[in-house]
């Protein structure tokens, strides 16, 4: 059904996508390029939200080369969008711009939309397909289909250890476990999430900062704290410079009097403070998904955290995907992954399946997900 040429034309679509790759949130990361007489005429990528999405800045990039659209084929890694948001539908500038073609990689994974943009396109005469290199587009977007199919963001947790699984020495220092290589692919990982969520437990021990450093971006994620009797320190890095992006402090609680005084103390400097309890007076962590997908619109949550909040946040299922560093060192005694419980059985520790393997020096990295 599809040939070569088309291969290689959506593969630069794929290419343009990765543009958007640090932007586009919470909107997906899309790409288009349009093909006339075996040349690319316009490329576009999903920019910042409110700006133009992947088909209409393919589009205008055609229109100031001096190219027409008309009787082209358009290639873009995700249907163009039906519906009016913050910009108008992209169905309707195809259609005005009078392609041949419009190749599509996926459909839209959203249910209740999916299907509409490219039946609007073949009512208008355009040819349609859709499916071609369906789970290259999908794997730039795993947060937004999660979102759209399951209600819930994507969880990433990352992790730096030791050979023998360690991550801190048994006084908590844990600072610098992994090199520079890996410290640098660990903030590519950050600058693509909505937000990096960790405990007051790596705030009081570690201080971090929790920002995008080592690559470039425009848009810094925002910062979430699980702390449920909110001892955040005012004074934290963390909380520096809130504007920047944003930060939610989740605690168990406001209902007494000394945890909305310490509510409001965190609210006078601009750090937003929400409760979700669950039955053991600790911050319902499923809740927590759920309220950033459905309310905050949170594709992707990075998380780097420590050993206490890692197995809660096994324990009750959030996790989707491991980014595993190991130095190649064996620490021998110290603080581990994730506060579980031991199994029973081997049988029982066949959940995660690994997706790929890279070096970055001498530290291995190894991306596992759900199974």
């Given at each position: 059904m599809y040939s070569a040429v088309d291969h290689q034309f959506m593969s630069e679509a794929l290419a343009e996508a990765q543009n958007a790759l640090y932007l586009s949130n919470p909107n997906?990361?899309?790409?288009?390029?349009?093909?006339?007489?075996?040349?690319?005429?316009?490329?576009?990528?999903?920019?910042?939200?409110?700006?133009?999405?992947?088909?209409?800045?393919?589009?205008?990039?055609?229109?100031?080369?001096?190219?027409?659209?008309?009787?082209?084929?358009?290639?873009?890694?995700?249907?163009?969008?039906?519906?009016?948001?913050?910009?108008?539908?992209?169905?309707?500038?195809?259609?005005?711009?009078?392609?041949?073609?419009?190749?599509?990689?996926?459909?839209?994974?959203?249910?209740?939309?999916?299907?509409?943009?490219?039946?609007?396109?073949?009512?208008?005469?355009?040819?349609?397909?859709?499916?071609?290199?369906?789970?290259?587009?999908?794997?730039?977007?795993?947060?937004?289909?999660?979102?759209?199919?399951?209600?819930?963001?994507?969880?990433?947790?990352?992790?730096?250890?030791?050979?023998?699984?360690?991550?801190?020495?048994?006084?908590?220092?844990?600072?610098?476990?992994?090199?520079?290589?890996?410290?640098?692919?660990?903030?590519?990982?950050?600058?693509?999430?909505?937000?990096i969520l960790t405990g007051v437990g790596t705030v009081k021990e570690d201080d971090p900062t929790l920002n995008v450093r080592d690559v470039q971006t425009e848009r810094q994620p925002w910062k979430i704290i699980v702390d449920s009797r909110l001892e955040t320190p005012l004074n934290a890095n963390v909380l520096s410079k809130p504007e920047a992006s944003g930060v939610i402090l989740v605690c168990a609680s406001l209902d007494s009097s000394e945890s909305q005084e310490k509510a409001k103390a965190f609210e006078a400097i601009g750090i937003e403070v929400i409760a979700m309890a669950n039955a053991y007076g600790k911050v319902d962590l499923p809740k927590l998904f759920v309220y950033l997908a459905k309310e905050r619109h949170m594709n992707e949550i990075h998380v780097e955290a420590g050993f206490k909040l890692n197995g809660s946040l096994l324990r009750e299922d959030c996790v989707d995907e491991l980014l595993l560093y190991y130095a190649p060192f064996f620490m021998g005694g110290g603080i581990g992954m994730a506060n579980i419980s031991p199994l029973t059985a081997l049988d029982q520790g066949r959940d995660w399946k690994i997706m790929d393997q890279n070096l970055f020096g001498s530290d291995l990295r190894v991306r596992l997900a759900k199974q």
């Open positions: 997906p990361r899309v790409g288009c390029v349009i093909v006339k007489d075996a040349v690319v005429i316009g490329r576009g990528y999903t920019q910042k939200v409110g700006g133009p999405h992947a088909e209409v800045q393919a589009l205008a990039d055609a229109k100031a080369n001096g190219f027409d659209p008309v009787g082209s084929t358009i290639y873009v890694t995700l249907e163009p969008c039906n519906h009016t948001g913050r910009t108008p539908p992209c169905v309707d500038a195809l259609i005005a711009a009078r392609p041949d073609m419009v190749i599509v990689a996926m459909s839209d994974p959203n249910p209740l939309v999916g299907g509409k943009g490219l039946e609007r396109l073949k009512a208008s005469g355009i040819n349609v397909r859709c499916g071609l290199l369906e789970s290259e587009a999908k794997a730039l977007n795993p947060g937004f289909i999660s979102r759209m199919t399951r209600g819930l963001p994507w969880v990433r947790m990352k992790i730096a250890a030791s050979l023998d699984g360690k991550t801190a020495l048994p006084n908590g220092q844990s600072q610098w476990i992994t090199g520079p290589l890996a410290r640098a692919d660990g903030h590519h990982w950050r600058a693509q999430a909505c937000a």
